[in-house]
């Protein structure tokens, strides 16, 4: 067998902190590039709106994703401790919300 189940939970891991990591570094970007308005009106620019779409509707989707994975795992124990709905908008709501609800460029 080349890997065993311990190198490849590792490597998993290892995998999945560095794209919360690179994630979590360029929303601090992002954040930045949307401040970037027109100076004639209160509507995002141009550049704003390209980095919102690549930095942050990308990354906040798989965020999304991941949070409702980790909802349904923790389902059981959200409803012995009675918070489904507090849960559920935490991990996949306001997510979700954020990614895709909200308009493109502002932040």
Do not use: C
Not at 25 to 44: G, I, L, Q, W
Request: hydrophobic letters at 50%; charged letters at 15%.
């Amino acid at each position: 067998e080349i890997f065993t189940m311990h190198s490849l939970n590792r490597k998993l891991i290892t995998y999945f902190l560095a794209v919360m990591l690179a994630t979590s570094n360029m929303a601090f970007v992002s954040t930045a590039y949307a401040r970037d308005y027109d100076s004639n009106s209160e509507r995002p620019s141009g550049s704003a709106m390209l980095m919102d779409a690549v930095l942050m509707r990308v990354p906040m989707t798989a965020v999304t994703i991941v949070g409702a994975a980790v909802f349904v795992v923790t389902l059981p124990f959200s409803a012995l401790g009675g918070n489904v709905g507090e849960a559920g908008t935490k991990l996949v709501k306001e997510p979700f919300q954020y990614a895709w609800m909200r308009p493109l460029g502002e932040m």
